[in-house]
């Protein structure tokens, strides 16, 4: 029996490595992925250089203010229970104040009836005793209770300090949140300005279909060598097939269809292959379905765009986020937010580029979308 144990324990054990080397495997093709996209972009036009330097900055930027919000919170919320703490403490201290005060007015009592030799002028042995017993009491209940005070007022001390530290840190967490948006404000200036650009070079019609032709075919050879290097790791999907899930995903956020699928228009050139759904900047990104995370990144036309592999060559991507909240490798599940939605990549609207592949090949999202 315990041969059978170890011999299973020391196949999954050898499963596991061929799983991470596998993992170590894909992770550096799709390193080598982005360095060819780092070429390819840098061979853009300076526009498009500039473009994608400003919104990666923004979404950097948002992620580290995300961070510092939260930050932020935690130690509001730390201030709050101090001072809840010192408050109780305070209440505390006063009535041991009164308490103590009721014990030292009580010895005193005592002391002036033993000099006025009232003590001593009982008849009875018996009260004398108790009487030194009540008085034995008072003094050790009076050293209690002097001892308990110095460690309210101790606990008191500490927590005041405690209050001006998170203070200091909290001064410092916002005045560096104000430089971060500081920041942000610049580099959207940035932004606005290389689209502005950018829209001027492209105001004929020819210009615009020769710029999303280009960007379609980027998106294309970035799905071909993702999916080469997806196979070849052979991973397989977590939870349930994302096959078994058609017509009852979640969106990745509400809104309204702007295009029609599988038709080129000219107000959505880059969108015919999924969904172009309407939705104010800012707006929570979720992933529709358990996965991966096997992009990150700036793409022309595209933005700020994330790919998740979601096993048996099903793909979804999202696109013209103003911010980006996973990294390459990072594991998703379904609901989890994963971005926020924008109208980078040069894009006129405001709203989240949603598309479904497998195998490469465009899937309707309306088939697959709960309803």
Same mark, same amino acid.
């Given at each position: 029996m315990a041969t059978t144990a170890t011999a299973a324990t020391q196949a999954n054990n050898a499963e596991q490595a061929q799983l991470e080397k596998r993992m170590l495997a894909l992770q550096g093709d799709i390193k080598d992925l982005q360095s060819w996209l780092k070429k390819s972009q840098q061979k853009a036009s300076k526009l498009n250089q500039e %473009?994608? !330097?400003s919104e990666r900055q923004i979404s950097t930027l948002s992620k580290q203010m995300k961070k510092r919000q939260a930050s932020l919170d935690k130690l509001r919320k730390y201030d709050q229970a101090l001072q809840e703490q010192a408050s109780q403490l305070q209440d505390s201290l006063f009535e041991q104040e009164v308490e103590l005060a009721g014990h030292i007015r009580q010895q005193y009592q005592m002391q002036q009836r033993q000099q006025s030799g009232l003590l001593f002028? %009982?008849? #009875?042995? +018996?009260d004398a005793s108790r009487m030194m017993a009540y008085f034995r009491y008072l003094h050790q209940a009076q050293a209690e209770q002097l001892a308990s005070y110095r460690n309210s007022l101790e606990s008191l001390s500490q927590v005041q300090q405690q209050q001006a530290d998170n203070a200091l840190t909290l001064q410092q967490e916002l005045a560096q949140l104000q430089q971060q948006e500081d920041k942000l404000v610049k580099a959207r200036k940035k932004q606005k300005n290389a689209v502005s650009k950018l829209n001027k070079q492209r105001q004929s019609k020819e210009r615009k279909l020769t710029h999303s032709n280009a960007a379609k075919e980027q998106i294309q050879d970035l799905l071909e060598q993702l999916e080469i290097a997806l196979k070849k790791a052979q991973l397989k999907s977590q939870g349930q097939p994302f096959a078994k899930r058609k017509g009852k995903l979640n969106w990745p956020l509400r809104g309204k269809v702007l295009n029609h699928f599988g038709k080129?228009? #000219? $107000?959505?050139?880059?969108s015919e292959n999924g969904w172009l759904i309407k939705a104010k900047a800012g707006s929570s990104v979720?992933?529709?379905h358990d996965g991966q995370v096997v992009f990150a990144n700036w793409l022309k036309g595209y933005g700020l765009l994330i790919i998740i592999d979601h096993g048996e060559s099903y793909l979804t991507l999202y696109g013209q $986020?103003? +911010? %980006?909240? !996973?990294?390459?490798? #990072? !594991?998703v599940v379904a609901g989890e937010l994963i971005a926020n939605s924008g109208k980078t990549g040069g894009q006129q609207f405001e709203a989240l580029y949603f598309s479904i592949r497998k195998a490469g090949q465009p899937q309707n999202p309306r088939h697959w979308l709960s309803r």
């Open positions: %473009l994608a !330097k002028s %009982l008849t #009875d042995a +018996s080129q228009q #000219d $107000n959505f050139p880059l979720q992933a529709v $986020n103003q +911010s %980006l909240y !996973k990294e390459v490798g #990072d !594991k």
